[in-house]
């Protein structure tokens, strides 16, 4: 059974750009989450969409942002980009609360 | 909303010695308290879970303990091995979410 899959794996951007990155959960998992894990630090919760809608988001600001597709694939969109927003980005889903796994990551550098 | 702290943030032992590690959380209604262990560029891997309706479980080299009294749970790693070097994370839900509040992690170095 394949795992959560995100895409891409590398992104590197200029400052004020756009990036956007995918996520696809495990068959059958309906809920993917967004995590953003800065060099050296913790995991601080972004987003959580659920049956396609957004259930809970994080103390981010507004240029955040994501949707969940009618497959539960999920994409994060990140707007006007700043140096700070280089981070790991991680995705995970689950079936309900239980069973959380996560995805490889997609690294992004903001230049 | 639920506040999860951990500690140490790095605990260094030798090779066979008992590691312990603690989360305390703010939310009494919490009742699913996961464990994930990260190694160095790699995604986090969910190693063990306990939930609200018992106090300990463990799974060959690892357990993992709860109080909800004192709304703490810690993760006890024996015999440690040098693959058990790694970044641990305890986590804990949101109230009335799924969404996941990670501890701020502890970096265990097990030495040979």
Do not use: M
Request: aromatic share 12%; proline share 5%; glycine share 8%.
């Amino acid at each position: 059974e394949a795992g959560v899959t995100q895409s891409p794996t590398h992104l590197i951007k200029t400052r004020g750009q756009q990036a956007t990155l995918r996520c696809s959960p495990i068959s059958g998992h309906t809920s993917v989450y967004w995590y953003q894990q800065a060099l050296g630090l913790g995991l601080q919760f972004l987003l959580w969409y659920d049956e396609g809608e957004e259930r809970n988001r994080g103390n981010f600001p507004p240029r955040f942002s994501g949707r969940q597709f009618p497959n539960y694939s999920s994409e994060l969109n990140v707007n006007a980009l700043e140096l700070e927003d280089s981070a790991l980005y991680l995705c995970a889903s689950s079936f309900g609360l239980l069973d959380w796994y996560f995805g490889a990551g997609t690294r992004l550098s903001v230049l | 909303g639920e506040n999860v702290e951990q500690h140490p943030s790095t605990l260094s032992v030798q090779e066979g010695d008992s590691a312990v590690i603690k989360c305390t959380y703010s939310d009494s209604a919490s009742n699913y308290f996961p464990w994930y262990k990260q190694e160095l560029g790699k995604r986090p891997q969910l190693i063990i879970d306990i939930r609200s309706n018992v106090g300990e479980k463990k799974d060959q080299r690892i357990a993992v303990t709860l109080n909800k009294t004192a709304k703490h749970f810690s993760l006890h790693i024996t015999e440690t091995q040098p693959e058990d070097s790694a970044v641990y994370f305890c986590a804990a839900p949101q109230t009335g979410a799924n969404n996941l509040f990670f501890g701020t992690g502890t970096r265990l170095t097990v030495i040979p």
